[in-house]
């Protein structure tokens, strides 16, 4: 490709630091092996942790204009047979609904820490070609996505009470039940 070496082990060291490539003796940098189920279990349990730290601020920031734009273009989304159940358009939309949550706690650092932590269980299963991220296998059956979307009907109508009591325990509850689908739907892909 005509490229000095230099931007090549630069480009791998940044790979590493990602968590997507490891060094093996006599090897070199190979892709990084599929994470363990300590390690997905650990991925679910810090973002947990991390999506509870914002819902002080989330309650405080979000503000009435963010909550009626989501809620006007996703209503009636919820339907059987409706197009939103097609993978594509639901993880659009779950990434959209992550984004409002993450992005209204206004805490830069906050925000940071959950960005890369999504993107570090980019790298948990490449087996199944259908899905090239595994929370899309996590909630690859259409009785997950609806739960998931009834869970999120509680966040939003907790967040438009402002009751940050009640976001937390539809939040640890929510969480909770992505965190055992990601487990056992792990524990299919042994």
Do not use: C, W
């Not at 060291?13 to 093996?24: D, I, K, N, Q, T």
């Not at 070199?28 to 279990?41: C, W, Y």
């Not at 002080?56 to 047979?81: C, F, K, M, P, W």
């Not at 009751?163 to 487990?183: G, I, K, P, S, Y």
């Amino acid at each position: 490709f005509r490229v000095s070496r230099t931007p090549v082990r630069e480009a791998i060291r940044m790979l590493e630091r990602e968590g997507l490539v490891v060094y093996e003796p006599r090897k070199g940098a190979v892709a990084r092996p599929r994470l363990t189920r300590a390690e997905v279990d650990e991925v679910y349990t810090i973002r947990s942790a991390l999506q509870l730290l914002s819902v002080d601020a989330v309650v405080r920031n979000i503000t009435d204009a963010q909550l009626e734009d989501y809620l006007h273009r996703h209503s009636g989304r919820t339907g059987n047979g409706s197009e939103f159940f097609k993978i594509g358009a639901y993880f659009r939309h779950l990434d959209e609904f992550n984004g409002l949550l993450t992005q209204s706690s206004n805490m830069p650092l906050l925000i940071k820490l959950l960005d890369q932590i999504e993107s570090y269980s980019a790298t948990t299963s490449f087996q199944n070609p259908e899905h090239a991220r595994f929370r899309e296998s996590v909630l690859s059956d259409d009785e997950r996505r609806r739960r998931a979307l009834a869970e999120h009907e509680e966040i939003v109508a907790s967040l438009r009470a402002r009751d940050a009591d009640r976001l937390r325990r539809v939040l640890t509850a929510h969480t909770a039940n992505v965190h055992e689908a990601a487990l056992q739907r792990y524990g299919k892909e042994d």
